[in-house]
């Protein structure tokens, strides 16, 4: 393997995000236990993980020698004051899917950059204003296999925008990955964003 950026996910929703500002990196998912601890915050949940998703590959590429910089990313979805992961079923989906008209629906992404050793990361919130999805379309909304692997059972940049009446903070966040924020974090660990 070869040095470089090095995107610690299997998600397509954040490789394409950051091409979507000219960045390719080379994506090695990350084999992390995601288990919620008893008493954490969404908050301290999505930076803990970010962080050992970044660790985890960099320990993989210890043996490259060129300069290397891995990015991570955990996104989760709070509402109702309650962590809404991916849904297990078409039942479990429709109780996330209520959830998400309370008034503190928003989106949490840890971002972790490791380089040369260190660490550095931020948590980015953004609020949601979702109007929910009228139960005749719930049936079709799920079996259209959007929401099914998706933390909060939507996707903003999908069909899911029907029922999405706005948004405060950043769209990107939602996506899965805040791009103006991860830039900051790029470069601050010095990775040249213009080559």
């Not at 008034?103 to 971002?111: A, K």
């Not at 069909?159 to 924020?181: D, K, T």
Request: net charge neutral; charged share 20%.
């Amino acid at each position: 393997m070869a040095g470089g950026l090095y995107l610690a996910s299997a998600s397509p929703r954040r490789a394409d995000l950051l091409r979507q500002i000219g960045i390719t990196a080379r994506c090695l998912p990350a084999d992390v236990d995601e288990s919620l601890r008893a008493g954490e915050s969404a908050f301290d949940y999505v930076r803990r993980l970010a962080i050992a998703k970044a660790e985890t590959v960099a320990a993989r590429l210890a043996h490259v020698r060129e300069p290397i910089w891995v990015l991570a990313a955990d996104t989760t979805v709070v509402a109702g004051g309650e962590i809404l992961a991916k849904p297990q079923s078409f039942t479990d989906a429709k109780r996330i899917w209520r959830h998400l008209k309370e008034p503190d629906h928003c989106v949490l992404t840890g971002i972790a950059l490791w380089h040369a050793g260190a660490v550095v990361q931020h948590v980015v919130s953004t609020k949601v204003d979702f109007a929910g999805i009228p139960e005749a379309e719930q049936r079709a909304y799920w079996e259209s296999g959007e929401p099914q692997d998706k933390a909060g059972g939507y996707a903003i940049q999908g069909r899911a925008a029907l029922y999405i009446r706005g948004i405060e903070g950043s769209y990107s966040n939602v996506v899965g990955l805040p791009l103006a924020e991860t830039a900051a974090l790029l470069r601050q660990a010095d990775y040249p964003l213009w080559l």
